[in-house]
């Protein structure tokens, strides 16, 4: 079956600028989650969805921001970019969260701020 | 507060060297203990969960087994495609959510 499927793969934007990756889970799954990627940081949680409410959300300013449809494809966006949000941005999907679930990534998109 | 802690950050190995990957962890409740494999540029592929102490999985040459305090993964006769970053992660103690919370991975590298 088809796997997480993130757009756009790679993209630049420039400080300021604002910024919107999408991801669609993996068919049936209601559970997607965001998190940003960096050398310093590792992999931080950004926000959960789940049935188009988000459950969770980890401390990130509020520039960043997500939604899902009811297809349970999700958004996130990031306004005001700062040359600091240069990351690989990660979409996961589950059935239901962590809860006996396994959790799948999909390749990410690159965000470049310049 | 939840953490994981994975050792070595590096790991260089001469192919056929066996060895062993830490992840230590603090966490109210396990509700389990996620492995990862990272290739460069790519999002992290799932490679097991463990959810009780004494539980080991198996897959080709990696074998991941879990105590109270943290998880092992080792690595039998690795060959050069096993070089990658390995990650491991537990679910957020306080909320039943689909939030992880990772180590910052330890960097495998296999030399022929």
């Known amino acids: 079956k088809a796997g997480v499927t993130q757009t756009p793969r790679y993209l630049i934007k420039t400080r300021g600028q604002q910024v919107t990756l999408s991801c669609s889970p993996i068919s049936g799954h209601r559970s997607v989650s965001w998190y940003q990627q960096t050398p310093g940081q590792g992999l931080q949680f950004l926000f959960e969805y789940f049935s188009e409410t988000q459950r969770n959300k980890g401390n990130f300013p509020g520039r960043f921001s997500g939604r899902q449809f009811s297809n349970s494809r999700s958004e996130m966006n990031v306004s005001t970019l700062e040359l600091g949000d240069s990351a690989l941005y990660l979409c996961?999907?589950?059935?239901?969260?962590?809860?006996?679930?396994?959790?799948?990534f999909g390749e990410g998109s690159w965000l470049t701020v310049v | 507060e939840d953490q994981v802690t994975q050792s070595p950050e590096a790991l260089r190995l001469q192919e056929g060297e066996s060895s062993s990957l830490n992840c230590s962890y603090t966490?109210?409740?396990?509700?389990?203990l996620f492995w990862y494999r990272q290739d460069p540029g790519k999002g992290p592929e799932f490679l097991f969960t463990l959810y009780s102490a004494g539980e080991e999985k198996e897959k080709e040459r990696l074998k991941a087994t879990l105590t109270k305090k943290e998880s092992f993964l080792h690595i039998t006769a690795p060959k050069p495609e096993d070089s990658a970053t390995y990650l491991c992660?537990?679910?957020?103690?306080?909320?039943?959510?689909?939030?992880?919370?990772f180590g910052q991975g330890t960097t495998l590298q296999v030399k022929p």
């Open positions: 992660a537990v679910p957020d103690g306080s909320s039943n959510t689909g939030k992880l919370i």
């Open positions: 966490v109210s409740g396990l509700r389990g």
């Open positions: 996961a999907s589950s059935l239901e969260g962590t809860s006996g679930n396994t959790i799948y």
